[in-house]
């Protein structure tokens, strides 16, 4: 699970504490090491995108909202700020 030892650490996304040990002891959550997002917690790692908001993707697709979505229909806009999120590297 990583060679972060017997650390404290926190899921990148939510902030739970939890570990990433082989063996864990009772009542510890696993942390899992996610490349290029951190450590992610089970219920993190079922998820698409940060349960906080806005994320990326939604901050994108405001401001897109804002700068053309007088033109666009707003499902445009939010295919566009997929595409800009997801492309984002």
């Known amino acids: 699970m990583g060679s972060y ?9 939510c ?6 040990q082989d063996e864990l002891p009772d009542g510890v959550i696993p942390l899992w090491d ?13 998820l ?8 990326n993707r939604q901050r994108c697709a405001l401001q897109l909202r804002e700068s053309i979505g007088r033109l666009l229909p707003l499902s445009a806009v ?3 700020a997929d595409f800009l999120v997801s492309n984002d590297s």
């Open 48 to 55: 698409e995108e940060p349960p906080w908001w806005p994320n």
């Open 5 to 13: 030892g017997d650390k404290d650490l926190w899921c990148h996304w």
């Open 15 to 20: 902030w739970k504490s939890g570990s990433c």
């Open 34 to 46: 996610v490349d290029g997002v951190g450590l992610l917690c089970d219920v993190c790692m079922q």
């Open 78 to 80: 939010k295919k566009v």
